[in-house]
């Protein structure tokens, strides 16, 4: 796995060793990323991210690398989270984060308690949680962590689908490649 562009383009990330995570791939990342970015390199500047379900924290890592001014990571598993917390040292990243080590949805109710406001919500949780995405969407449809214009991307198995509607979040676009499919949602307008 690698930084695939911005400050810290081809820069490596620690391999997953014995961790059974699932990172999104490289190619499914640059998929997202060109489709976020559409031809913009500036796009993401300034930009405020939750990573949710994070493991190596790859979208994160990239997003900062291409400029977002804030990420904030979410991983329960004490492993996966350590991995992360070596990947930003060896990135060198000491700000512009905050890694909160515990479930998504208690990571969610803390920040929605603080007001935070992202851009960008992406959410990656075990294929075999399949109700994490219904409990995660729900709970930002509701929330204040979301303005008309954030962008929540769901990354999940190609033969599943999470559902289209969350309460006011309505799907945009679904993109397969591969096993893999990507799913963006926005609130409902009104």
Sequence with gaps: M????????SRRLRPLGE?????????????????????DP??????VWLDLFAGTGAVGLEALSRGARMVHFAESSRPAAELLRRNLADLDIRAGYELHERKAEAALRALDARAVACDYCFLDPPYEAADSYDHVLRFLSSSRLLAPTTLVIAE???RFDPGADFGRLQRQRRLDQGDASLSFYRLRAG
Excluded: Y
């Design 42 to 47: 500036d796009a993401l500047a300034d930009s």
């Design 2 to 9: 690698r930084i695939i562009a911005g400050k810290f383009r």
């Design 19 to 39: 961790l059974a995570l699932r990172p999104t791939s490289d190619r499914l990342r640059e998929t997202l990323f060109d489709v976020l970015t559409a031809g």
């Design 156 to 158: 999940h198995s190609a």
